[in-house]
């Protein structure tokens, strides 16, 4: 028995050796077994297991070296065939837009107060004096949910305040809300009686869209 002990010691030694993890060191945090390790690595290789250990990947290789490196209380995940990947940090994206929206008035992702706002998009107005009066203005980049403080409102009325006659289309950082002035709306036809569209909606707030019965342009300043 203490030979056939020796042996076994011997063997495991070996396969951590093999699996690249010495004996003195702490066993796997956790450990994932007979998947489909799809490992993007230079050659685009398949393994199946997976060891991971203080929060890093620590082995890539086959079931049982994995195994091998599992201490007493580390979970032994079996992935029965499925497929383990790296994850996707980006998804897509949107190289085409992403360098349109340079050439736009641009609010960078920042976290604004409503005037740190307004300062930002009068700025782009007064350097492009030329557009006025019926040029729209478009604005990009808009962190609507990051706005300061915290659940601050934006109504028409946000870009009613600024000194021009142009519309005005902020759209916000996720491109799917936007806020316009109310020259914009005129010009769109949009009021409080306007059908929302199958996939969409306008806020109807007091402030936030036309009077059903509004047809005459707003005055210019």
């Given at each position: 028995m203490p030979a056939a002990r020796t042996d076994w010691r011997a063997a495991h030694a070996v396969v951590l050796a093999l699996a690249g993890w010495s004996a003195s060191a702490a066993p796997a945090d956790a450990?994932?077994?007979?998947?489909?390790?799809?490992t993007v690595d230079g050659s685009d290789s398949v393994q199946e297991a997976l060891a991971v250990r203080n929060g890093r990947i620590a082995y890539v290789g086959s079931s049982a070296r994995a195994r091998a490196v599992a201490g007493a209380t580390t979970p032994v995940i079996d992935l029965q065939g499925r497929v383990l990947m790296p994850g996707l940090v980006d998804g897509h994206m949107h190289p085409l837009d992403?360098?349109?929206?340079?050439?736009?008035?641009?609010l960078d992702y920042e976290r604004l107060t409503?005037?740190?706002?307004?300062?930002?998009?009068q700025t782009c107005?007064?350097?492009t004096q030329a557009a006025e009066p019926d040029k729209w203005?478009?604005?990009?980049?808009?962190?609507?949910e990051a706005m300061?403080?915290?659940?601050?409102a934006t109504t028409r009325a946000?870009?009613?305040?600024?000194?021009?006659?142009?519309?005005?289309?902020?759209?916000?950082?996720?491109g799917h809300t936007a806020l316009v002035n109310t020259r914009a709306l005129h010009l769109a036809?949009?009021?409080?009686?306007?059908?929302?569209?199958?996939?969409?909606?306008?806020t109807a707030s007091p402030r936030g869209l036309l009077p059903a019965s509004s047809r005459t342009p707003p005055s210019r300043r």
């Open positions: 450990v994932y077994v007979n998947g489909y390790v799809y992403g360098g349109t929206v340079l050439l736009k008035c641009n409503v005037a740190q706002m307004q300062s930002r998009i107005l007064d350097q203005l478009e604005v990009t980049n808009w962190f609507r300061l403080p915290n659940g601050v946000t870009l009613d305040r600024l000194k021009t006659r142009r519309p005005i289309f902020v759209m916000s950082s996720f036809n949009i009021t409080a009686s306007t059908p929302d569209p199958p996939t969409g909606g306008s």
